[in-house]
């Protein structure tokens, strides 16, 4: 994943690895990986960006040749947020694969307002933080994303050459 790509990433070395470590991933939580899921996981990596339902509906289509129902779309989607090897950005209204997809972890966001490029972050410090105010308080956490909005590196030096 090359997003905002001037941050260091403990990443795979490729798409095929990324895509390889996701399904043993949901193999080890009795989940199972369908062609779809797999191909639209795969899509996700390819992509390098948030990715919208749509957009995804429409590269299956023109790779495949087949018409995809948006409800399939998203009914695929959801089950690879739920495996925690995809997340959805929120404000984006997009989804990415997850970096980190062999462990719970609470999904760190850092969105360009201007490329709407994403990269996913983790850092047990702050999401222990986060757990011990969750506890404190007696809340359970369902779901865990957080985004930071801005401007990336490459962008910002664009912005400064104009």
Request: glycine fraction near 4%; hydrophobic fraction near 35%; charged fraction near 30%.
């Amino acid at each position: 994943m090359s997003r905002l790509k001037d941050l260091p990433k403990n990443e795979p070395s490729s798409c095929e690895e990324d895509v390889k470590s996701a399904i043993a991933a949901c193999r080890l939580r009795g989940a199972r990986m369908t062609q779809l899921r797999q191909t639209v996981l795969t899509a996700l990596w390819e992509a390098q960006r948030p990715l919208g339902a749509y957009e995804i509906r429409e590269l299956l289509s023109e790779t495949s040749g087949r018409a995809f129902a948006p409800p399939t779309i998203y009914r695929t989607l959801d089950f690879l947020c739920e495996q925690r090897v995809a997340a959805r950005i929120e404000s984006r209204n997009a989804y990415v694969a997850c970096t980190h997809p062999d462990h719970e972890h609470t999904c760190v966001f850092l969105v360009c307002e201007s490329c709407g490029d994403a990269v996913e972050i983790e850092n047990p410090k702050a999401e222990e933080l986060i757990n011990e105010d969750a506890k404190r308080l007696g809340f359970a956490v369902k779901r865990r994303v957080v985004e930071f909005s801005g401007c990336c590196a490459p962008c910002q030096q664009t912005s400064q050459r104009l």
